[in-house]
């Protein structure tokens, strides 16, 4: 089968595989986190910051939900790393954001994680952090999904199909996750442009 083909038919076997009541699961948290007036900070690492941005877009403008990511700001970003290494640089921030239990904290990771093998540590140490003030962790996550999916509370894991196309399924997929959350009835507060125009 030639790559295109096999790729196309990975996607189809991954949607399939998805568990929809851990999307459940994340909607009635961010639900939860929106009655509460509490606010969504959503972290992610090279791609996964990427979707961080366009999902607080989304959050915020379709959903109401009052929304964040530290990769956003890059003078305060590339100040802490600096100042204070990579490991703290989303705890720190998350500690300066006043981090506390109505909010909820969204993981965008391949890996999820790993204290042991001191992979991607700045996501580990700001999910101790939220864990330590109450908060909700929800999350899309690759392989296993780490530490990611030890501590959430609604963790959906894309599953690995080939292990040459793990980090563009979970990246992809993190998209499919959030757009299907924000177009929800239940969480949708704005209609998208393009769904209110006529014809």
Do not use: C
Not at 69 to 86: C, F, H
């Amino acid at each position: 089968m030639d790559f295109v083909s096999r790729y196309l038919q990975e996607v189809t076997e991954i949607t399939g595989k998805l568990d929809s009541s851990r999307i459940e699961a994340m909607i009635q948290i961010l639900l939860e986190t929106r009655r509460n007036q509490g606010r969504l900070f959503i972290l992610g690492v090279g791609g996964s910051a990427g979707s961080a941005t366009h999902a607080v877009n989304d959050f915020r403008k379709i959903a109401n939900i009052e929304s964040y990511t530290p990769t956003d700001n890059v003078s305060e970003l590339t100040a802490r790393v600096n100042d204070d290494g990579w490991d703290t640089s989303f705890s720190r921030w998350l500690e300066g954001s006043r981090l506390r239990k109505n909010d909820t904290l969204m993981i965008f990771s391949v890996g999820g994680g790993n204290r042991e093998k001191n992979i991607s540590m700045n996501i580990v140490k700001a999910l101790e952090l939220a864990k330590s003030v109450g908060s909700k962790i929800v999350g899309v996550v690759g392989r296993d999904g780490g530490y990611t999916a030890r501590v959430g509370d609604a963790i959906v894991i894309i599953p690995t199909i080939s292990g040459d196309t793990v980090t563009p399924h979970a990246e992809a997929f993190q998209g499919v996750i959030w757009h299907l959350i924000v177009s929800d009835p239940r969480i949708k507060a704005n209609e998208m442009k393009w769904e209110s125009t006529a014809g």
